[in-house]
């Protein structure tokens, strides 16, 4: 027999865990410290709002919460490189991207604490609301990159995954249907090793989830998922390549998920506990934070400033988030149809009148 | 005017809207090119191009997830599912995304998409092919089902479920694919939605049916009207929501129902519509509700496909258990 096809996945790394640069060049964002420190000043508000969420569900302020502790290169990388324009399709961790767009923390806050108005947040009002039916959202962002080829857009779709969403069939169909159609979207795959308490060596055979990128006949790159100038750069690539109609990436993503699956799991359950151990040395803020200083951007005082103004902003999106108090009950009816039919209109008027009883 | 079968008063419909609205796009498999397995989409692509009418990769839960992202960007995506059997996979998107973006998101995101596919048994079919699945998606919250009965009104209502601003699940009886010409004017003039069509009235029974039932509960009707019987004949048209005001206003006329359709009798739209006149009027009524319906089976293939689906006879001696009683 002939070899009739072969494939490669390259691996892209400017910073290794103890924030050495493992490339001589650097891309050019990376040489304007204003655009590092403005990311990295956005994963260390992302990593106090998320304590500060864990906090609140802890001690009953909000309900089952999913944490972004380890993530928030990939998603602050995501962000940065995006354009207001673009349309997000996450699936429900990505506050770091979501920040970076404009979504408000207190609109989080009000989606896991069980309150649709969340979902009809801040940013750009194209950007779909979180997923939670895995890997779904990939056919939406596929769809949406189908509207701005067809209107001739110089606009791209960004949709993320976990691990654990590459065994959906919706995966595969929305990458094959954007190969064939050469369609301006970008496929994240967030691979954080766990698929709630199921490890990526139960999930596939593949020893990458880019090389899954090879049947939908697009090109697929993995990234360390930790180092923010890393993902940003290929998220830069990703888009330019979707926005000037050269076709679809999936970027996999190397992280670790260093909390649990949501604030309802326990993975000490399942995970040993030297490999989340070691999941904390390589976690994403600690090397930017130390390529910064090493290179003078940085310094232990800035560091106790940015902590306490993240704090304090944090503790602002907090009171905003109390403040919102329970939806209106006819508010669970009012955006069922643009045009509300008759039997709605009934049964609206029954849960108002049902929930007048016990105010 | 020429007289036009149902199946090309569903293209007609599809190119008015492609004709005037630069956002309809049409899509599925087998579209193209071929203009559809059933030709509903014949000559679509030849007269507007592969930029508007779409062959899909053969992935029915991609064709309603591309719809819905397309959709909620400002399209207004006409998907076609190939046969009533294959429909399932998109199930998942429809319920948990098309159904509820509007409401989740508290009306930033909509879905103005129509996913119309083939319904219905008694052509002869493969396995797979006949299936009666409008009451999985009537129990779907923010979704509108459709099911026409004749070419002009699946003409206007399919311009109706393009114009409209949430998603509609179309059902198209391959039954009468074929059957029952009619003149319709292709003017772009919709039907409405949510509303019931009383096409024979009477006083001594109401029959409710739709699809392509609507044709044996027609003849049953006819054949009783010869008898000295009349019925008052609701074509419920939209399934879901179900226009209960014109059906309750008819059994508050004639104190009997019979409802007929062709889906599995368990969990059916009948019993939906049985329950609410029990609700609302069963003061009115002078004999029990009559349901006629496919049994609690999986569609038979074609040898026996005519022993599951109420026939004329079916219809009559329901109509007439009601009378009776």
Redesign the interface.
């Known amino acids: 027999m002939k070899t009739v096809a072969t494939f490669e996945i390259k691996y892209q790394q400017y910073l290794d865990p103890e924030a050495k640069l493992v490339q001589k060049k650097l891309p050019k964002f990376a040489e304007d410290k204003d655009e590092l420190l403005k990311m990295y000043r956005m994963m260390s508000f992302v990593r106090v709002f998320d304590t500060k969420a864990i906090a609140l569900q802890r001690t009953g302020q909000l309900g089952t919460y999913a944490s972004c502790l380890g993530h928030e290169a990939t998603h602050v990388g995501i962000g940065a490189a995006m354009k207001p324009e673009d349309?997000f399709?996450p699936m429900y961790r990505e506050y770091g991207a979501q920040f970076m767009r404009g979504v408000k923390p207190h609109e989080v806050l009000l989606f896991w604490g069980g309150d649709?108005?969340g979902?009809?947040?801040s940013g750009p009002?194209?950007d779909?609301?979180w997923c939670v039916?895995i890997a779904?959202q990939?056919?939406?962002?596929?769809?949406?990159?189908?509207?701005?080829k067809?209107r001739k857009e110089k606009r791209a779709?960004v949709t993320v995954i976990g691990d654990g969403g590459t065994s959906q069939?919706?995966y595969y169909?929305?990458i094959?249907?954007a190969g064939?159609w050469q369609l301006p979207v970008v496929f994240v795959v967030a691979n954080n090793k766990w698929a709630i308490s199921v490890p990526l060596s139960a999930q596939t055979a593949c020893e990458t989830l880019a090389q899954k990128a090879v049947a939908g006949g697009i090109e697929g790159i993995q990234v360390d998922g930790n180092d923010i100038i890393a993902v940003r750069d290929v998220m830069d690539h990703a888009l330019d390549k979707a926005r000037s109609g050269k076709g679809p990436t999936l970027v996999e993503a190397l992280t670790y998920r260093i909390s649990d699956h949501t604030t309802a799991d326990d993975a000490t359950r399942y995970r040993p506990k030297d490999e989340v151990e070691d999941a904390k040395k390589k976690e994403p803020l600690i090397r930017i934070r130390k390529y910064l200083m090493d290179i003078g951007a940085w310094d232990a005082k800035k560091e106790e400033k940015l902590l306490a103004e993240c704090a304090e902003q944090v503790d602002a999106e907090v009171k905003l988030y109390k403040e919102a108090g329970k939806p209106p009950v006819a508010?669970?009816f009012?955006?069922?149809?643009?045009?509300l039919?008759?039997?709605?209109v009934a049964q609206r008027e029954e849960a108002v009148e049902e929930a007048s009883h016990h105010g | 005017m020429a007289k036009v079968a149902m199946v090309e008063a569903i293209a007609m419909a599809m190119a008015y809207e492609l004709e005037h609205d630069p956002s309809v796009v049409v899509l599925g498999e087998d579209v193209g090119v071929n203009g559809g397995v059933f030709r509903a989409t014949a000559g679509l692509q030849q007269r507007f191009g592969k930029d508007r009418v779409m062959d899909t990769p053969l992935a029915e839960a991609l064709i309603a997830g591309i719809s819905i992202g397309m959709a909620a960007q400002g399209m207004k995506p006409v998907a076609e599912i190939q046969f009533s059997g294959f429909i399932y996979p998109t199930v998942d998107q429809m319920i948990n995304h098309a159904g509820r973006l509007r409401t989740r998101t508290r009306g930033r995101l909509h879905v103005p998409m129509v996913l119309r596919a083939p319904s219905g048994g008694g052509i002869h079919a493969p396995e797979h092919h006949s299936e009666s699945n409008e009451a999985m998606f009537a129990h779907m919250p923010g979704i509108r089902t459709v099911m026409p009965s004749s070419p002009s009104r699946a003409y206007g209502l399919l311009l109706a479920a393009i114009r409209d601003p949430d998603p509609v699940v179309f059902l198209e009886p391959t039954r009468l694919y074929r059957l029952n010409k009619q003149e319709v004017d292709d003017n772009g003039e919709a039907l409405p939605l949510d509303t019931c069509f009383v096409l024979r009235e009477g006083e001594d029974v109401t029959l409710v049916s739709w699809g392509a039932m609507v044709h044996e509960t027609l003849q049953a009707a006819a054949k009783l009207g010869e008898e000295g019987v009349s019925c008052d004949v609701i074509d419920l048209a939209t399934v879901a929501p179900i226009d209960f005001g014109t059906i309750l206003e008819s059994v508050e006329k004639t104190g009997r129902l019979v409802i007929v359709h062709e889906a599995p009798r368990n969990c059916g739209v009948g019993a939906e519509i049985a329950a609410t006149v029990a609700e609302k009027a069963i003061y009115s009524l002078k004999a029990p509700i009559e349901r006629v319906t496919g049994y609690d089976i999986p569609m038979p293939l074609f040898k026996l496909e005519h022993d599951y689906m109420p026939s004329v006879e079916r219809v009559l001696k329901g109509i007439r258990k009601v009378l009776e009683a």
């Open positions: 349309a399709f649709e108005r979902n009809h947040f009002q194209h779909f609301a039916p779904t990939y056919h939406h962002a596929a769809g949406a990159a189908t509207a701005f067809l779709a069939g919706d169909e929305a094959n249907c064939a508010s669970m009012d955006h069922m149809f643009a045009n039919p008759e039997a709605l």
